[in-house]
């Protein structure tokens, strides 16, 4: 079951990654979740009172299996349209091999998680900045150091609805950058992946939601500010 975080915005869990949906008149994906996933997000699509005819986009906030596993599959079903930086577009069109994570561990689970897809194809490359038609306009917002080409999405309705992807993880202690034992893994340049919570922190948002843990709903940027003022001590 999806859950619900606002009126028409969804979580859709599958294992431990979260993919979410906008569902106004044409449904907008954030992510495409694990590979093989197409019904567990149509399911989410009719619990919303929609149909796979309905899902129009997808918006990707990076190009990790576990962000893009089921985007092949979508788009044959659906003929969505998808969203992507050029930078991580080059990997999700199997043009580049991802870059080894940053440490370790990370490189050694990354060749079980993270087996190679099928390519797609990125209608739309996205900066920082844009504004894209979908969902009465979503913002981009370019966080780069979790994955070199990683952005965020910024939707202005109901006060504010931040959807971090990885740019932010909210698995233990609220919301943090994707770096650490827990959460970096995969992280490529965690510095940048600091200033890129930064970023996200000054922002007003009264909703986040995180490619891996739970939403934060009210006043949710007072939570990463507080998280900023952790980092600097
Ligand atoms: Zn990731
Ligand atoms: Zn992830």
Known sequence: MAKQVLPGVYQIGMLYVNAFLIAQDEITLID????????????????????????KHIAITHHHVDHTGSLASLVEATGARTYIHPVDALVVRGEKSPPNPATLLGRIVDRVAHPKLEPVIADEEVQDGDELPVAGGLTVIFTPGHTAGHVSYFWPQNGGVLFAGDAAGNIVGGPGPPVGAIGGSFTED??????????LAALEFD??????????????????????EKMAR
């Open 190 to 199: 965690p510095e940048q992946a600091k200033e890129s919570f930064r970023k």
């Open 32 to 55: 495409s979740g694990t590979p093989k996933r197409n019904e567990t997000i149509f399911k989410a699509l009719s619990q919303s009172g929609k149909t796979p005819a309905d899902l």
């Open 207 to 228: 909703t986040a939601c995180f490619g891996h843990g739970g939403f934060l709903t009210g006043q949710a940027h007072a939570a990463f500010r507080r998280a900023v």
